[in-house]
């Protein structure tokens, strides 16, 4: 069981928006930054988001990320079939000192 | 280039040790605090530890204390992981991570098997 709670899977066809989200305790995402990866299959994970909401060079403006409170949101506009991967959200756990992971969301491109 | 190339994995039995190593190159690791990272087949991921600049510092997962162990040669630009009693749950693909301030884990390696079985 994850301390950051992502759902497990979320779909959307090729076009469309798709949202997904990662919510946790205050001591994880509360005071924290949010830091989002994508994994293709078979592949290492990429930074796609850092603190919250920025974007490292490379990665297409169509990957935007926010967070409020204890949850956070990354959104996928304009969906390819190339999204298809597994989105993880991490937070640094101010109580525990360690990095945290979410277990994951698995998208799929219909 | 900037990457990081993992080596030293493989299939063992319940209870050996291995060494991991994660050679950087492109930059140097002294400047970096380090990770290592692991993904147990079709879950997600784990993080294991962290290190410190100089070594000093170094904070693991309680699901590996006491068995793991986290270490850097900045003079070899070489970030390693001794992991020893080896368990069937410790199966895993292990990353080592860069941590860029701010970036959190910006570069990646592309891992190294461990399979523990008996």
């Known amino acids: 069981q994850s301390v950051l709670t992502q759902p497990p899977s979320a779909s959307g066809t090729p076009g469309q928006r798709v949202t997904l989200s990662c919510s946790g305790s205050s001591s994880k995402i509360g005071s924290n930054h949010i830091f989002w990866y994508q994994q293709l299959p078979g592949t290492a994970p990429k930074l796609l988001i850092y603190?919250?909401?920025q974007r490292p060079s490379g990665v297409p403006d169509r990957f935007s990320g926010s967070k409020s409170g204890t949850s956070a949101s990354l959104a996928i506009s304009g969906l390819r079939s190339e999204d298809e991967a597994d989105y993880y959200c991490a937070a640094w756990d101010d109580s525990l000192s360690v990095w945290v992971f979410g277990g994951g969301t698995r998208l799929t491109v219909l | 280039q900037v990457q990081l190339v993992e080596s030293g994995g493989g299939v063992v039995q319940p209870g050996t040790s291995l060494r991991l190593s994660c050679a950087a190159s492109g930059f140097s690791i002294s400047t970096y605090v380090m990770h290592w990272v692991r993904q147990a087949p079709g879950k997600g991921l784990e993080w294991v530890a962290f290190?410190?600049?100089?070594?000093?510092?170094?904070y693991n997962a309680d699901s590996v204390k006491g068995r793991f162990t986290i270490s850097r040669d900045n003079s070899n630009n070489t970030l390693y992981l001794q992991v020893n009693s080896l368990r069937a749950e410790d199966t895993a693909v292990y990353y080592c991570a860069r941590e860029t301030r701010g970036l959190a884990f910006d570069i990646w390696g592309p891992g190294t098997k461990v399979i523990v079985s008996s």
């Open positions: 603190k919250n909401n």
């Open positions: 290190i410190w600049y100089d070594g000093d510092d170094k």
